[in-house]
């Protein structure tokens, strides 16, 4: 294909891309091209974007109706890995989701199952939780219920789990997902064991952390002795009115030279199982009042100590109302977030987040831009993102985050001649998500087309069916 196309231009007779974007208000953040252009797709590529008239065996038609043409979103917080979420993120915009908080213990399998294609482009991580689940022989399916969450490992099983870690880095895994309030009990010696593989192998280690900034200084430490990269995930949830404080650690430590991200999703709600040790450890012996933060989303239902116990023994994701539009603001217009879902799926329902996270930034946070109080009290100060610096966060950045240890990601993100062809294209005028907490699968409007590796995913904003062009994204394997 690549040669056809250089013969018919050696030749002077245009070239027939398959498919081409006409038109389109093209927004680039590496090039920071901000322009009407025209682009061309070849072989799962951009062959060329340019203001002249091109031709394609496929055309989309951008003219007219002011259509941004942005570089397909990157999701580094995925939890759903399905058929079904696969096409919920592709309606949201997302060309990209990788599950790097959980991740897997059989990073060899996970991809296995995959290899026939998926919708979009998928990866994971190799997931402290999930091997020590193995490890300490945990009966939970999802989240460690037993000995994974509550017994400490010995110095065998510590050096069992670092060496399965290993394995999984190995095997591909886009990097170290980690949990620490999901196992309470691993010592510190345990998450450095954790922090060195990330060092000596280079690889960023995804960790929720635990609350606040007592929490985030615990991260950092263990970053600092091992010299680790260190990606923090869903700030927001993590840092709840700490939030500001914590992004200014951030922001010091990276001011030292030091390798630490962050990520925020645009929701003042969270979800996670009902039966795991976060939930359980704070909620188990908590007044009526505090319940009251827990809704139990099949029913919208706020919880008390009896709905509590009940829900507990049934097991399911449950809603955490604990924060603030206010601080979910201030931490979705940092300039060191990048915006990641955490998106949460299971058995047919889930947080609204899986389905709108990415329009939901860009229609609330860009177009309308939210009006809060401003920290201080003093209030009415608006907080807007720039549409650029939006695209910048679901695209450049997640996949810079990447690239060292995958560096494939360095053909994801940008719009330029030979990098992937996946590529987003909405109106910013209507673009929205619709989900709520009770009605979570309602997809986005204003996502008009979705491609990935120069197929279409979403056309004219309803998912293409039968398609399956997303390829795995993972490490390069060592030798
Ligand atoms: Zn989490």
């Known amino acids: 294909m690549i040669i056809g196309l250089l013969l018919a231009l050696q030749l002077g007779t245009p070239p027939i891309y398959d498919r081409v974007i006409l038109g389109g208000h093209v927004m680039d953040p590496a090039s920071t091209l901000d322009a009407v252009r025209n682009i061309g797709l070849s072989g799962g590529r951009i062959?060329?974007?340019?203001?002249?008239?091109?031709?394609?065996?496929?055309?989309?038609?951008?003219?007219?109706?002011?259509?941004?043409?942005?570089?397909?979103?990157?999701?580094?917080?995925?939890?759903?890995?399905?058929?079904?979420?696969?096409?919920?993120?592709?309606?949201?915009?997302?060309?990209?989701?990788?599950?790097?908080?959980?991740?897997?213990?059989?990073?060899?399998?996970?991809?296995?199952?995959?290899?026939?294609?998926?919708?979009?482009?998928?990866?994971?991580?190799?997931?402290?939780?999930?091997?020590?689940?193995?490890?300490?022989?945990?009966?939970?399916?999802?989240?460690?219920?037993?000995?994974?969450?509550?017994?400490?490992?010995?110095?065998?099983?510590?050096?069992?789990?670092?060496?399965?870690?290993?394995?999984?880095?190995?095997?591909?895994?886009?990097?170290?997902?980690?949990?620490?309030?999901?196992?309470?009990?691993?010592?510190?010696?345990?998450?450095?064991?954790?922090?060195?593989?990330?060092?000596?192998?280079?690889?960023?280690?995804?960790?929720?952390?635990?609350?606040g900034v007592a929490g985030l200084k615990e991260a950092l430490a263990l970053a600092d002795e091992t010299h680790a990269p260190l990606h923090v995930v869903h700030i927001n949830s993590a840092g709840l009115a700490e939030t500001p404080a914590m992004l200014e650690l951030i922001s010091d430590a990276r001011a030292h030279g030091r390798d630490v991200t962050t990520e925020a999703y645009p929701y003042d709600a969270g979800m996670t199982e009902m039966q795991s040790a976060t939930i359980q450890d704070v909620y188990k012996n908590a007044p009526d009042e505090r319940l009251a933060e827990l809704e139990w989303p099949v029913t919208g239902e706020r919880l008390n100590r009896e709905s509590f116990e009940r829900y507990s023994r049934i097991g399911g994701p449950v809603v955490v109302h604990t924060n603030t539009e206010q601080m979910v603001a201030v931490a979705l217009t940092s300039p060191l977030t990048i915006i990641a879902s955490d998106a949460y799926w299971q058995n047919g329902t889930g947080h609204p987040r899986t389905t709108g996270t990415f329009a939901r930034v860009l229609g609330r946070y860009v177009r309308e831009g939210l009006r809060s109080p401003s920290p201080n009290g003093r209030g009415g100060q608006g907080v807007r993102l720039s549409l650029m610096d939006a695209i910048r966060k679901m695209t450049l950045m997640p996949a810079q985050r990447l690239e060292a240890r995958v560096p494939a990601m360095r053909q994801k993100g940008r719009l330029r001649v030979g990098a992937d062809a996946d590529i987003t294209i909405f109106d910013p005028a209507s673009v929205l998500d619709r989900s709520t907490y009770r009605e979570r699968s309602r997809p986005p409007v204003g996502i008009q087309h979705v491609i990935v590796n120069g197929v279409s995913v979403v056309a004219n904003g309803q998912a293409v069916e039968g398609v399956a062009p997303g390829k795995a994204v993972r490490a390069v394997q060592a030798p």
Do not use: C
């Not at 062959?47 to 038609?61: L, N």
């Not at 998926?118 to 999930?130: C, D, F, M, P």
């Open 47 to 211: 062959a060329v974007i340019t203001t002249h008239a091109i031709r394609g065996r496929d055309t989309i038609d951008a003219r007219g109706g002011g259509l941004v043409v942005a570089p397909g979103f990157i999701d580094l917080h995925a939890h759903g890995q399905t058929a079904e979420t696969y096409r919920f993120y592709a309606l949201d915009g997302v060309t990209t989701a990788l599950e790097l908080e959980l991740g897997t213990s059989d990073v060899a399998a996970w991809y296995r199952e995959r290899s026939a294609g998926e919708r979009i482009n998928y990866g994971v991580s190799i997931g402290h939780i999930k091997v020590r689940m193995a490890v300490m022989h945990d009966s939970g399916t999802r989240m460690p219920v037993g000995d994974g969450a509550y017994r400490a490992a010995s110095p065998a099983q510590i050096g069992e789990i670092a060496n399965r870690i290993e394995i999984g880095l190995r095997e591909g895994a886009v990097s170290i997902g980690a949990g620490f309030p999901y196992t309470p009990a691993a010592t510190r010696d345990e998450l450095l064991a954790l922090f060195r593989v990330a060092a000596k192998t280079k690889t960023p280690i995804h960790v929720h952390i635990r609350p």
